[in-house]
């Protein structure tokens, strides 16, 4: 028991309980994301966990066929969950255990490079970039409040179909104006 009765527990990447002085059992081997956690600085269990990518592989797909090759996954996975997510949505450039800074770090590399980049993201760690992007899209369907706030577009059911949809219109009321 911790401050006046209360437990204390921490869910976190593996690096947050050695950065916590939190001994851990060896990270099991999955294909997904991997949250430990511990309750009062006693490490308690491994939460194995998976993705589902909401249609991604034919909206990134569309997205390419409407001249939008330059594809980047900043993601906060393992390199192994990464490359597996790039491999079936097409991507080729993919950076793993990104931070949320990181994640604003290659977005703003992105505009410095003369690139106007969209950003879509669903989670708290997705924010910061969404905020930076020419466009920011947040998934809607369990998204984080601060991404939806963050975000200049929601997508309502996180189907990445939508943006093959958005783009043409956007391109559309560019032309018009």
Not at 39 to 48: E, H, P
């Amino acid at each position: 028991m911790r401050r006046g009765g209360r437990d204390r527990t921490r869910v976190g990447r593996p690096e947050l309980f050695e950065r916590l002085g939190i001994a851990i059992p060896e990270v099991p081997e999955h294909n997904g994301p991997i949250a430990g956690q511990a309750l009062n600085q006693r490490f308690i269990a491994w939460l194995l966990l998976a993705d589902t990518l909401r249609q991604a592989p034919q909206g990134l797909a569309q997205l390419r066929e409407l001249g939008l090759h330059r594809q980047l996954l900043p993601t906060g996975d393992r390199q192994s969950v990464a490359d597996a997510v790039a491999e079936q949505t097409g991507i080729t450039s993919v950076v793993s255990q990104a931070l949320p800074e990181d994640k604003l770090h290659h977005v703003n590399q992105e505009l410095q490079a003369g690139f106007r980049p969209i950003v879509v993201g669903d989670g708290i760690d997705d924010s910061l970039a969404l905020k930076a992007g020419a466009v920011g899209v947040a998934m809607g369907a369990g998204g984080a409040d601060i991404a939806l706030a963050a975000a200049d577009i929601v997508v309502i059911n996180s189907d990445l179909r939508r943006l093959g949809i958005c783009v043409p219109l956007n391109r559309e009321c560019r032309r018009t104006l």
